[in-house]
């Protein structure tokens, strides 16, 4: 299976378990020049950005390992970009969740402070 397809099957997996713990979707996969993110989502009054993340093997790290400062960079230009263009008037936060090969979630809510 290539990665775009595990990356898919993963965000489809975090899409419908953050969906059963009352999170509503907002939009998948909202790119711009700054960035990507995963899902948008929202939990109550609250705008939610979700990185997704899918390691078959931790020989390397787990999936929430693989999140380093870089990457959170682009997720929090990319957000930015996204207040910009919809102008939600919600508080925000980033939320992370990784899969191994089971695909067994390991959310992380509130991963790292918002801009």
């Known amino acids: 299976m290539k990665t775009s397809q595990q990356g898919q099957i993963a965000e489809d997996a975090a899409c419908k378990f953050l969906q059963k713990n009352g999170l509503k979707l907002v939009e998948k996969n909202y790119r711009c020049r700054t960035g990507e993110i995963d899902l948008v989502m929202q939990d109550k009054e609250e705008l939610v950005f979700v990185e997704v993340r899918y390691r078959a093997k931790s020989d390397f790290g787990s999936a929430l390992d693989s999140v380093d400062q870089n990457k959170i960079q682009k997720l929090i230009s990319a957000a930015n970009h996204y207040v910009s263009k919809?102008?939600?008037?919600?508080?925000?936060?980033f939320d992370v969740i990784g899969f191994d090969a089971s695909l067994k979630p390991n959310w992380v809510s509130n991963a790292f402070p918002a801009f």
């Open 86 to 93: 919809k102008q939600p008037d919600l508080p925000m936060r």
